[in-house]
């Protein structure tokens, strides 16, 4: 690494994650800007430069909602940039905050994710709707969930993986959210209660699904001389990927992420980690559905293809188990408002490695733990490595 | 730390329409001449790409995951940054500088043409609980804050409405310009008055076009390209989305983006040390304003040397050789790419007949429309020190 | 930090209040509308289509037939060779039966969506369409071959639709 430049991480902001806050977009970037500033005993005219990360415009029925949320942010005054890469958006945007640093152009950076999902009628999944191709998706009156279920019942037929052992997932994730103090829908419940949960897409049921949601997080990062003079345990982010698929998702096979994949060996790369089931000791793949944890884990190359299911089903991915993931809980568990739900498991990351996660933590002193997000058209890759 | 350069591109367009193309056909033209200019294959040798677009302005949800194929970027580093073309170059700059990726695509494109409700979605980006309720067209805004310029500064309207004569006709000279003409100050001022005291012909018109720019590091520009265009300093700002607290006349955004700019390209008299400008004219005032909040003049003198043809192609200072929006027409995210072209054709020598001779440092500055605050300045120049 | 963080913020706002009118809000109904151009590759597509064909391109370098067709090959990003037809039946690769329209409301008898992947087209190149004709969708099986069912020629307008959906072909329905 000589010649190039480390950044930490030194506060985190997370707001409670609901069906419905009362704040505002910009409300929402606010609270967790600022809980991240405190929590890194920062204030706002410490930092250079400010980047967002939010889902589709049409959530918050805003054009351009970046620059709407700009004050709310902490951006007054300030360089300010707004990446989008889907679902992929909340572990992509500190990546953004990243190369702000890493550059040498900047010694700070807030990095603010915020979705308020609630204020979309007459259902948020109806800015969905927009996602897919107007000429020729659209007129087939596509929905969000359809895609998924058309993965999930890919990725079960090309490894015979039974609903039950998916189930495991839904049932550990929000499991582990009744720790969290922001989950939306921390609950203990059994395989069965997954099973008997009402179809929406099959193989899809209610509760093998994560919620819309409101909420914020924020991450403040700093250049390695100043985390020097700032703190005694910055969490240094190591590794950063990214991928991207093609459009024609129809024409590939979707039983396996390729693009989280590569995303994972570009980040893997930059922190030397060349076997990733021994070197990390924490994951916070991205679970919107419970069988995409089960994909991404491969995908990440935390385990062999289709071997996720028996992992789970072995209780390795427990809190405390060899390699705990989602300890958090989840978009399953704690929400998915979804940038920000994205950050969220940035956050829980941080914690972790700095042994602050309170009743979440998991046990033998973490030091080395990735998050990872997916979005667009099943195509979107995003990973980040991040050591104590 | 490494140089940045620009080492090739592409353009298609400025039309003011294109129906004979999607989107997609648009951009993939466009980047098979930006990758036969800087002499890539993009399957290969390409780390980064960058796109740079609005959702409503595309018409989707989520308009990143319709670009990579026809940029040649499937399974590929790319991604969106949900602003004007030069935050991409900020972005590609800072990236390069990182010392972890040598060969950048950015690229931009407007398809205004497939939009057939622009105004109401430059409507749809007010704020929705304060503003937007009050309706109207939002170009308001734009003749508010010409209003307090012109009242602050005693700038004329003659003068603003020179600026149109002054674009328009560089635009007859540039290929890539849609709307160049030979239109005459009293057309101008003659126009109908759209939003006080803004004219009909002050206002530039949307425009279809794509650029792709490929931008290299230090250790690869110069095997890349005969004539690398470096970038010596770049800066962005957002000043504040609110209406009601934002300063009016200054364009504040635009100032702070040029200190940061400025500082890191060591430019301490910009009037002197850069020699031609390209700078967002959305708005005729804005040339004129922007100019000031540049640091080209002081305060309330831009109109007076535009008067007197300081800033004509061949004056002291040329502002907007290309024509500027007003004659190229607006690119909606693109814009800020089109300042960057033709300081790269001007920087390169290969602007043709409107070509400033001996130029050496130029400036591109954007600023995102209505109703933000928000603008990119850049320094870039033919000499790498 | 989480430990050292007393208090999450955030104040939940629950359905009834909204509809009690406790909590205001400003309703809005965007004004977005697009025509977006087809261009080359897909109106042709499009044109096919209202004939009764479906057409691929083809590129010569890695030897692909790609549906939807394009003018480019995104792998080899060059211009694509030529445009060939594709067969009007195909494969399922994966299925869907849903039970949630576009906006997200139940519906009582679901949709059934598949990838099918057309014969004649490279290996997996499917396209999205739903599957009719079927008394219990779950009968349906990965692998099942279907056909599609066009609208008659005078309801055709050159659109995905024209297509009304594909049906499990006879044989395979009978195994």
Redesign the interface.
Same mark, same amino acid.
């Given at each position: 690494m000589y010649?190039? %430049?480390r950044v930490a991480i030194v506060?985190?902001?997370?707001?409670?994650?609901?069906?419905?806050?009362?704040?505002?977009g910009k409300e929402?970037a606010y609270?967790a800007a600022k809980?991240a500033l405190d929590?890194a005993g920062l204030e706002l005219r410490d930092i250079q430069s400010v980047v967002m990360g939010t889902?589709?415009?049409?959530f918050?029925?805003?054009?351009?909602?970046?620059?709407?949320?700009?004050?709310g942010a902490g951006?007054?005054? %300030?360089?300010?940039?707004?990446?989008?890469?889907?679902g992929g958006t909340g572990v992509?945007t500190p990546l953004?905050g990243w190369?702000?640093i890493?550059?040498?152009?900047f010694d700070t950076c807030l990095v603010v994710c915020e979705e308020k999902m609630?204020s979309c009628?007459?259902?948020p999944?109806?800015?969905?709707?927009?996602?897919f191709?107007?000429?020729?998706?659209r007129? +087939?009156?596509?929905?969000l +969930?359809?895609i998924f279920?058309?993965?999930m019942?890919?990725y079960m037929?090309k490894h015979n993986i039974k609903k039950e052992h998916i189930a495991l997932v839904s049932v550990k994730n929000k499991g582990n959210a009744l720790d969290h103090?922001?989950a939306q829908l921390a609950a203990r419940i059994t395989v069965d209660d997954v099973l008997n949960s009402? +179809?929406?897409?099959?193989?899809?049921q209610r509760l093998d699904v994560s919620p819309t949601s409101?909420?914020g997080a924020a991450l403040v990062l700093v250049s390695e001389d100043v985390a020097k003079e700032i703190t005694d345990n910055p969490v240094w982010i190591d590794g950063v990927?990214?991928? +991207?698929?093609?459009?024609?998702w129809?024409?590939?096979?979707?039983y396996y992420p390729?693009?989280v994949e590569?995303a994972a060996r570009?980040a893997y790369k930059?922190a030397g980690i060349k076997n990733p089931p021994k070197e990390i000791d924490v994951a916070e793949p991205y679970d919107p559905f419970d069988y995409k944890e089960l994909h991404h884990m491969e995908g990440l190359l935390l385990c062999k293809k289709g071997e996720a299911p028996k992992l789970t089903a072995e209780g390795v991915t427990q809190r405390d188990g060899d390699l705990p993931i989602n300890p958090s809980g989840g978009l399953l568990g704690v929400g998915n408002p979804i940038a920000a739900a994205g950050l969220m498991k940035v956050?829980e990351i941080f914690?972790q490695l700095?042994g602050?996660?309170?009743k979440?933590q998991i046990p033998g002193d973490p030091r080395t733990g990735i998050a990872q997000a997916w979005?667009?058209?099943m195509?979107?890759g995003s990973v980040i490595v991040l050591r104590r | 730390m490494s140089e940045v350069a620009i080492v090739g591109f592409g353009c298609s367009g400025f039309k003011p329409i294109t129906p004979e193309l999607s989107y997609k056909e648009l951009m993939f033209e466009t980047a098979v001449k930006a990758y036969e200019d800087a002499g890539i294959n993009p399957r290969k040798d390409v780390d980064v790409f960058i796109t740079c677009a609005e959702d409503y302005l595309e018409g989707f949800s989520i308009f990143d995951e319709f670009v990579p194929d026809q940029l040649g970027a499937v399974l590929r580093h790319l991604f969106t940054v949900s602003g004007d073309g030069m935050l991409g170059l900020a972005t590609a700059y800072m990236l390069i500088r990182t010392g972890h990726f040598d060969t950048i695509v950015l690229e931009a494109h407007s398809k205004a043409s497939d939009i057939l409700t622009y105004i109401d979605i430059v409507a749809f980006g007010l704020d929705p609980v304060y503003n937007r309720p009050l309706g109207g067209h939002p170009y308001y805004i734009a003749g508010m804050e010409m209003n307090r310029y012109l009242h602050d500064t005693c700038t004329t309207t003659e003068q603003c409405a020179q600026v149109v004569v002054k674009n328009k006709r560089n635009g007859i000279l540039n290929p890539y310009a849609a709307y160049g003409a030979n239109v005459t100050l009293d057309q101008v001022l003659c126009s109908e008055t759209c939003f006080y005291p803004l004219k009909k012909l002050e206002i530039s018109t949307p425009a279809d076009g794509c650029i792709v720019m490929v931008l290299a590091s230090e250790k690869i520009a110069e095997s890349l390209s005969d004539k690398p265009i470096w970038v010596k300093g770049v800066g962005w700002c957002t000043e504040t989305p609110s209406l009601e607290t934002r300063e009016w006349t200054k364009a504040v955004y635009t100032r702070m983006a040029a200190e940061m700019a400025y500082k890191q390209a060591k430019i301490n008299n910009p009037w002197m040390e850069i020699d031609f400008a390209e700078i967002h004219d959305q708005f005729a005032y804005k040339e004129l304003q922007h100019m000031e909040a540049l640091k080209l003049c002081d305060y309330g003198e831009a109109g007076k040397l535009l008067e007197d043809g300081l800033t004509n192609l061949n004056g002291e200072f040329p502002v907007n050789p290309s024509g500027g929006l007003l004659g190229m027409g607006y690119g909606l995210e693109a814009s800020g790419t089109q300042k960057l072209l033709e300081v790269v054709l001007q920087l390169r020598g290969e602007a043709g007949r409107r070509q400033i001779p001996n130029a050496e440092v130029g400036l591109a500055h954007t600023w995102r429309g209505i109703p933000t605050a928000t603008g990119v300045v850049a320094v870039l120049s033919n000499v790498k020190r | 930090m989480s430990e050292k963080i007393k208090r999450y913020l955030g104040e939940e706002v629950k359905a009834e209040e909204i509809k009690e009118g406790k909590i205001p809000i400003e309703k809005f109904k965007p004004k977005a509308k697009y025509a977006w151009s087809a261009g080359i590759a897909i109106s042709k597509f499009l044109e096919e289509l209202k004939k009764g064909r479906i057409i691929a391109s083809t590129c010569n370098k890695c030897g692909r037939i790609m549906v939807p067709p394009r003018i480019y090959c995104e792998l080899c990003f060059k211009p694509t060779d030529g445009w060939t037809y594709v067969k009007d039946t195909g494969t399922i690769n994966t299925f869907s039966a849903s039970y949630l329209a576009a906006d997200a409301t139940r519906l009582k008898e679901p949709i059934i969506v598949a990838i099918i992947d057309l014969d004649g087209a490279s290996e997996g190149m499917g396209i999205i369409h739903k599957i009719g004709e079927v008394e219990d969708w779950k009968q349906l099986k990965i692998g099942m071959k279907v056909e599609a069912v066009w609208k008659p020629p005078e309801e055709r307008e050159g659109a995905i639709t024209d297509i009304k959906y594909f049906k499990p072909v006879k044989e395979a329905a009978t195994l």
């Open positions: 010649g190039k %430049k506060g985190a902001g997370l707001t409670l994650f609901r069906r419905r806050l009362k704040e505002t929402l609270e809980m929590a889902a589709p415009d049409a918050d029925g805003v054009h351009m909602k970046g620059e709407y949320l700009a004050d951006a007054y005054h %300030k360089p300010y940039t707004r990446v989008f890469v889907g992509f953004a190369w702000h890493a550059s040498g152009q609630s009628y007459p259902h999944q109806y800015a969905f709707t927009t996602i191709d107007p000429i020729l998706e007129p +087939i009156g596509m929905n +969930i359809w279920a058309l993965e019942q890919r037929h103090p922001c009402e +179809i929406m897409a099959w193989p899809v409101d909420g990927g990214w991928c +991207i698929d093609s459009t024609h129809t024409n590939r096979d979707l390729d693009y590569y570009m930059m956050c914690w700095r602050e996660a309170g979440r979005g667009d058209l195509q979107y | - | -």
